[in-house]
């Protein structure tokens, strides 16, 4: 999150990223530097050498403050003014008491001026103030935003120790199934949530489209987020779409037929996605960034020895790995993954009930009805999967160090986290070590430790199906650019 550090006067320190704190909001008082040595005599022979640098006030300065809000998404709004003359400016705003939040700066003309503001919550007032280079500014009228949107599910939120949250994760992006009631039709929000877990950007879905893996681009200025139509129309996913999205503009949107759960971005800009519209029980098909139709990678069918031909093959989780350029493919109706060559569709090796695979060690440990799936910067697998704790079943993330010499998997850690999701669920690795874990059709969603310590936790009360989840550092990052 891009925060502002102009020194005010009366500023008196920082809380922390994305937060000002300030003593005294009202403008900076005049600067006059006068060293005029006046040696009139009162004969009005006044030598004055005053040398003032007063500029023009602020209120002079910026004029003709005003906002308005997004016309879709009413958390997005736009502040205007007028200005006399030319200057780097930036806006502050302000819904915590004492804590200012900045867009970041820019050059700004003479005249009409605009800048959008993010992140301030749905169903908020805020202040607000434009800031010119030089340190001055002048507050715009309270704003407040529209309502949150009908029939979004608020979390509970609890926090643990906050200076072990993953670095520059102020904001979780994830998708949620308003309605409750598991894997189920439903309104499929896209949404972002602050760390207090307010809403501060949502868009939903049309037409009752699932959205299970909303994304940040690869190239990290806008997110991609799915509308699949597979259990929505019942069509084999012919009408599926891929949208991409600035926050307050869409960019695209991209035909994925067949797609009907899991899909991901490549490097250069591409999408790969599970179809079950192009043959071979399923296939894997990819679709380049300049391309119109889809080149089928891999089918269970021609692919896959000993899946019974691709009969009752349907994925629900890819994670593509760069240094490998393979894909972890996973298959929730036959409890395996397979990891697959992207350049020659080989089958490389598996686990789980397909036979012919890799053994868990011990045997009871394999992974069921497994999602979320992908690898760590270590080399270990990490899946969110069912999880026996004695008569007690969950859904946990549970880490296996894969032995490929010796073709076995083996668990070496669990976060256990005493709630199940009957279906769905994500879990990745971050940066510092910590672990995203998102429970599925639970509601239920964690951010904990190397040692399972829970750091945070949402809990959106009842089974509404959560998507995929990952953090997000600055929301300005996102925003369509300034032209």
């Not at 003032?52 to 005003?66: G, Q, R, S, V, W």
């Not at 089918?299 to 490998?324: A, K, L, Q």
């Amino acid at each position: 999150m891009f925060v502002g550090r102009l020194l005010l006067l009366a500023l008196v320190g920082c809380d922390g990223p994305g937060k000002i704190t300030v003593g005294d909001d009202t403008a900076p008082a005049d600067t006059d530097t006068d060293t005029d040595a006046d040696t009139d005599a009162d004969t009005d022979t006044d030598t004055d050498t005053d040398t003032d640098t007063d500029t023009i006030p602020a209120e002079d300065n910026f004029t003709d403050l005003a906002w308005s809000l997004h016309p879709e998404v009413e958390s997005l709004v736009y502040v205007t003014w007028t200005q006399a003359a030319p200057a780097t400016v930036h806006v502050e705003y302000s819904f915590d008491a004492g804590e200012w939040m900045s867009s970041p700066p820019f050059d700004a003309a003479a005249g009409p001026n605009q800048q959008l503001v993010a992140g301030i919550p749905f169903a908020t007032t805020a202040e607000w103030r434009v800031v010119s280079g030089g340190g001055t500014f002048v507050d715009g009228t309270t704003i407040t935003t529209g309502d949150i949107p009908r029939n979004f599910p608020m979390p509970d939120v609890e926090t643990g120790d906050t200076s072990k949250w993953i670095a520059g994760g102020n904001y979780l992006l994830s998708s949620v199934n308003a309605r409750t009631g598991g894997w189920t039709q439903g309104n499929y929000y896209t949404f972002i949530m602050d760390r207090e877990g307010r809403l501060v950007w949502a868009h939903l879905a049309d037409d009752m489209a699932w959205t299970l893996f909303a994304q940040v681009a690869l190239s990290g200025d806008h997110i991609l987020w799915d509308a699949a139509t597979y259990w929505a129309d019942f069509d084999e996913g012919a009408n599926s779409q891929i949208h991409r999205w600035y926050l307050d503009e869409e960019i695209e949107v991209i035909d994925t037929p067949g797609l009907h759960h899991a899909w991901v971005q490549m490097p250069d800009g591409g999408l790969v996605w599970g179809s079950q519209d192009h043959g071979g029980g399923e296939a894997l098909v990819e679709r380049g960034p300049s391309e119109t139709g889809e080149t089928i990678l891999w089918t269970c069918r021609s692919n896959w020895e000993g899946s019974e031909d691709g009969r009752g093959c349907e994925s629900n989780g890819i994670f593509y790995s760069p240094e490998r350029d393979t894909f972890l493919y996973s298959f929730y109706t036959n409890n395996s993954l397979v990891e697959l060559d992207h350049a020659t569709g080989e089958s490389l090796w598996w686990a789980g009930d397909v036979a012919g695979g890799y053994d868990f060690v011990p045997e009871d440990s394999q992974f069921a009805w497994q999602h979320g799936v992908s690898w760590t910067d270590a080399g270990t697998l990490l899946v969110s999967t069912v999880y026996y704790s004695g008569d007690r079943r969950s859904t946990a993330a549970v880490e296996y160090e894969v032995d490929k010499d010796a073709g076995t998997l083996t668990p070496m850690w669990v976060f256990d986290p005493g709630v199940e999701a009957d279906t769905n669920g994500d879990a990745w690795r971050l940066d510092n070590g910590n672990t995203l874990h998102v429970v599925g059709s639970s509601g239920n969603l964690y951010e904990v430790g190397p040692d399972s310590e829970v750091l945070w936790h949402l809990d959106f009360g009842g089974t509404h199906l959560l998507g995929r989840g990952e953090f997000i550092e600055d929301l300005y990052a996102l925003v369509k650019p300034r032209e």
